[in-house]
């Protein structure tokens, strides 16, 4: 029926396992492909092009802007950051299923552009076990920590916006569950309009 | 997180299985329990009062009209049909939901009532196969099966309205399918309204 791959998007607040998360759905099911984004700022110690970001230059990146080559970017700390078009479009197209890790305002522009869009909230089962996390990795100052819950607070206001909210208590578990909300989703009619039409058409001679 | 049961109506074109889909979900899962309507008609032949219908009289259907005691109810051949409140409201208080099989008018009755509930639409693969489906019972004139046909191309107007197709195809997988369905639907915002207030609020203090 729908023979295009869907565009899942995760969002959600810093230190609730997003990341561990993405990794665990790739390696458990071989339907996903990670899309990577692009970004202007330098490789730190450890990261790798094409894996954790493709590192341009400024016109390189300008010029794809100027060539609509961008699902969503945005300028973040005088460096621009970005998803390119190209790879998420001939993935669908071949009908594998596009995973974008991506904060909020990048969802929503992602989602307006394309209403078929599956947006997924990554939280923890409450704020304490959050904050329970985020002292848990022994490597933050209180003052990021602070910034960081701070930093929650605002997108919190964003959670109304997303289809399903994914909430990581247990890994395991949530890697499944993630998967059986991507799957329902496929079953939602604005990803089936032409399913839909096609019933439309066939009913119409009755 | 969300301790109260889960309203599930399922509509559908006649002769895409739903009352078997129904019977077979309540069998193989033990959190739902199934509506039962009532009507003012009499019974027919096998039909027994409190399985397939609560038969009353007129006096006291209106009286339960008059006492808000219907979810949603409507007349049709000279005779009421409605979802009686008080059932449907006990289960899901007590944690279970609840099965509604209604058709659309009253299922989008149902949903502007209560925005949290589940609005399921069960159809075949294709016209051509529901149209098999109704010529294989073999117990129906031509005109019948022309009937069902052209209220099936009413009724695919609503088709958007639902939150989810369920397309039945293979039994046994649909039943799988309908309930992952379900357990997707419980992680929308909207049937997680407390747990997002709670979120917020304990945010509140950063």
Do not use: W
Not at 32 to 48: F, H, K
Not at 63 to 90: M, Q, R, S
């Amino acid at each position: 029926m729908n023979h295009k791959g869907l565009l899942v998007v995760i969002s959600g607040f810093s230190g609730t396992g997003k990341g561990t998360l993405v990794k665990e759905i790739m390696k458990k099911y071989d339907n996903y492909s990670l899309s990577v984004s692009m970004t202007t700022r330098s490789p730190r110690t450890g990261e790798v092009d094409g894996v954790d970001y493709h590192f341009v230059t400024n016109d390189e990146f300008e010029k794809l802007i100027k060539e609509d080559g961008f699902i969503e970017h945005a300028g973040y700390c005088d460096h621009y950051y970005g998803t390119p078009k190209k790879f998420v479009e001939n993935e669908l197209n071949n009908g594998r299923d596009v995973i974008l890790e991506i904060e909020m305002q990048g969802a929503l522009q992602v989602k307006e552009k394309y209403p078929e869009t599956l947006l997924l909230f990554v939280t923890p089962p409450s704020i304490t076990e959050l904050e329970r996390r985020l002292r848990g990795r022994g490597t933050e100052t209180e003052e990021v920590i602070m910034k960081r819950l701070s930093r929650a607070k605002e997108e919190a206001v964003y959670m109304d916006k997303y289809d399903y909210l994914i909430i990581n208590d247990k890994l395991d578990e949530c890697v499944t569950e993630m998967n059986d909300i991507i799957n329902a989703a496929r079953r939602v009619p604005v990803r089936n309009i032409e399913f839909i039409g096609d019933i439309k058409n066939q009913l119409d001679r009755y």
